[in-house]
């Protein structure tokens, strides 16, 4: 239970989130996702950063889970896909190796509710020469399900073509129903579970029991959070098509990701 203090504190700092878009102080940060099989870079998945004047960095999970719940994520949720897709293009403009590449942003429930949503998503896309296929829109798991009117968006962006994954996967509630009801295209394995494969029977075990299902529906994977070579070895073995985690590559700006890993070079 927060003290009195801290509910202050949390009200102080929704307000100057409120603010931070305006003021410049939000940014996107890149993390690559790859290849499993070939090691090559396949996707990014983008990452708010908000930089406060006096405070500094504050962790996303903080400020997103501060502005959730106050709907405080339209215009900064906005930010993040018209950043990304103005990063894809350039990086699409500067390198051969980015034309097949993709975009993961993270989409919170609130923003399925605007129905101004996909005539906005392809707007944005037309404007820089993209396509539907180019941007993946993840929806966690820790959020609760989309209402009816969540899931119609849903079905009308899949309809669309926009690539939907469902994030965190295994840590919500009921997720085997979600993967039942919603029309995803991709799981991403939480990162809880890459982390405990090295220790845990319980884990492995869910981690290819995940990959089964995924293959029986016919359903892309990502596995989270990779950090060491047994992990990423264990995944391969067991048929996970894609991977991110720091072995491959921390969240970067995106001129340092572009410099990182556009360059050809094979990931770990
Ligand atoms: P997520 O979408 O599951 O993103 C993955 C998080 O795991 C990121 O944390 C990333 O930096 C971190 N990560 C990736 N690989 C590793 C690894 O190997 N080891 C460890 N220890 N961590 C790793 P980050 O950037 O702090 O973001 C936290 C969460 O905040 C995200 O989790 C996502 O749910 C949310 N978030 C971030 N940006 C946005 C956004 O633009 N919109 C919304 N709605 N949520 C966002
Ligand atoms: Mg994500
Ligand atoms: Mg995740």
């Known amino acids: 239970m927060p003290n009195r203090q801290d ?6 700092l929704s307000g100057e989130f409120a603010e931070a878009e305006g003021r410049g102080e939000l940014s996107i940060a890149y993390q690559p996702i790859v290849d499993m099989q070939t ?5 990014a998945e983008a990452l708010m950063r908000w930089h406060h004047g006096t405070r500094g960095a504050v962790s996303p999970n903080t400020f997103i889970g501060l502005a959730e719940p106050e709907g405080l994520l339209h215009g900064p949720g906005a930010f993040a896909i018209e950043t990304a ?3 894809l293009a350039i990086w699409r403009a500067a390198s051969d190796l980015a034309d097949g590449l993709f975009v993961s942003v993270n989409v919170s429930p609130s923003q399925l509710e605007d129905q101004g949503l996909i005539d906005g ?3 944005t896309l037309d404007s820089r020469g993209l396509d539907a296929g180019d941007l993946h ?3 966690t798991e820790t959020a609760p399900p989309p209402g009816p009117s969540g899931t119609a968006m849903l079905n009308r962006l899949h309809g669309a073509g926009f690539h939907i994954a469902i994030d965190d996967f295994g ?3 009921s997720s085997l129903l979600r993967v039942q009801h919603l029309p995803c295209r991709s799981l991403k394995i939480d990162r809880g579970f890459t982390t405990d494969l090295a220790t845990s029977a319980t ?3 869910i981690v290819r029991s995940t990959l089964q299902l995924a293959r029986d529906m016919g359903l892309d994977v990502v596995a989270e959070g990779i950090e060491t070579e047994d992990q990423r070895d264990f995944l391969h073995d067991n048929g996970c098509p894609m991977g991110q985690g720091y072995l491959f590559g921390k969240p970067a700006t995106s001129d340092d990701f572009r410099r990182a890993f556009l360059n050809g070079s094979l990931t770990p």
């Not at 509910?7 to 102080?12: A, I, L, Q, S």
């Not at 090691?39 to 996707?43: E, L």
């Open 171 to 173: 840590t919500g509630y």
């Open 203 to 205: 884990s492995r075990a």
């Open 39 to 43: 090691r090559r870079i396949v996707g």
């Open 7 to 12: 509910v202050r504190h949390n009200v102080w």
């Open 85 to 87: 897709l103005d990063d």
């Open 121 to 123: 998503l392809i707007t």
């Open 137 to 139: 829109l993840e929806l």
